[in-house]
T-cell receptor, first 114, second 113 residues
Framework: GDSVTQTEGQVALSEEDFLTIHCNYS??????LFWYVQYPGEGPQFLFR?????EKGSSRGFEATYDKGTTSFHLRKASVQESDSAVYYC?????????????FGAGTQLIVIP | DAGVTQTPRHEVAEKGQTIILKCEPV?????LFWYRQTKIQGLELLSY????????DGGAFKDRFKAEMLNSSFSTLKIQPTEPKDSAVYLC???????????FGPGTRLTVL
C-alpha cells in the first residue's frame, strides 16, 4: 500500500540553522504530496502541497520539491527560528483514487534552541 | 469562517464506559475524517465520510469504534466499551474536495482509567 517514511524522529537545531527533514514515499499511483505542522495542543495545520514532478511547494519560508525520480519530498528552511519548534508531518494522497484520504508519515519533532 | 470544532477538549472515562466525541466540520466541506493520534502509532485513520456517506472505516477499529454523520455539519465518534489502550488524542478534520487541504480541529484528549 501507499506509505510515507520520515527518517528523523527528532531534529535539534540552533536558531538560524538550515533545516532539512527527509520524506520518502512509496505509491502505486501518482500521489499528491503534503507537509503539515503541528504545534502543542493543536491539530495539524496544512503547510503546502505539490501535485506533479518537479513542482515546488512553499509557505512561511519552508519549501519542498516533488522528486518522482528519488520518490522524495524533503522539507527545507534556510534559517529556523524558535517559533518553528513543532512536529512536521509528510503525507501523500493517491490522485488516481476516488478516495480523498491521506497517508501520513510518523512525524519529525523539530526543536530549535534559541 | 469558523474552523473545525471538537468537543469536549478533554474526556476522562472509566474502563467499560461509553463515550461520544463530537465534531463540527468547516461549513461547506464535503469530506470528514476521524483520526487517532498517539506517540507510538502516530496518526491513524478511523473513519472517512464523503457527503455523509461512509467511504472508509479503519479495519482495526471497527469493533468498538463507530463514527456517524448525522448531517453535513455534525459528526460523532462513539467508543463502546472504552479500554485503557484507547487513551489518545482524537482528531477530526474536514476538506472540501479530493486532496484539498484538510483542516484539523484541536482534538479531544481521552484518558481511560
Amino acid at each position: 500500500g501507499d506509505s510515507v517514511t520520515q527518517t528523523e524522529g527528532q531534529v535539534a537545531l540552533s536558531e538560524e540553522d538550515f533545516l532539512t527533514i527527509h520524506c520518502n514515499y512509496s505509491a502505486s499511483g501518482y500521489p499528491a504530496l503534503f507537509w503539515y505542522v503541528q504545534y502543542p495542543g493543536e491539530g495539524p495545520q496544512f503547510l503546502f502541497r505539490a501535485s506533479r514532478d518537479k513542482e515546488k511547494g512553499s509557505s512561511r519560508g519552508f519549501e519542498a520539491t516533488y522528486d518522482k525520480g528519488t520518490t522524495s519530498f524533503h522539507l527545507r528552511k534556510a534559517s529556523v527560528q524558535e517559533s518553528d519548534s513543532a512536529v512536521y508531518y509528510c503525507a501523500l494522497g493517491d490522485q488516481g483514487s476516488a478516495l480523498g484520504r491521506l497517508h501520513f508519515g510518523a512525524g519529525t519533532q523539530l526543536i530549535v534552541i534559541p | 469562517d469558523a474552523g473545525v470544532t471538537q468537543t469536549p477538549r478533554h474526556e476522562v472515562a472509566e474502563k467499560g464506559q461509553t463515550i461520544i466525541l463530537k465534531c463540527e466540520p468547516v461549513s461547506g466541506h464535503n469530506d470528514l475524517f476521524w483520526y487517532r493520534q498517539t506517540k507510538i502509532q502516530g496518526l491513524e485513520l478511523l473513519s472517512y465520510f464523503r457527503s455523509k456517506s461512509l467511504m472508509e472505516d479503519g479495519g482495526a477499529f471497527k469493533d468498538r469504534f463507530k463514527a456517524e454523520m448525522l448531517n453535513s455539519s455534525f459528526s460523532t465518534l462513539k467508543i463502546q466499551p472504552t479500554e485503557p489502550k484507547d487513551s489518545a488524542v482524537y482528531l477530526c478534520a474536514s476538506s472540501w474536495t479530493d486532496y484539498a487541504e484538510q483542516f484539523f480541529g484541536p482534538g479531544t484528549r481521552l484518558t481511560v482509567l
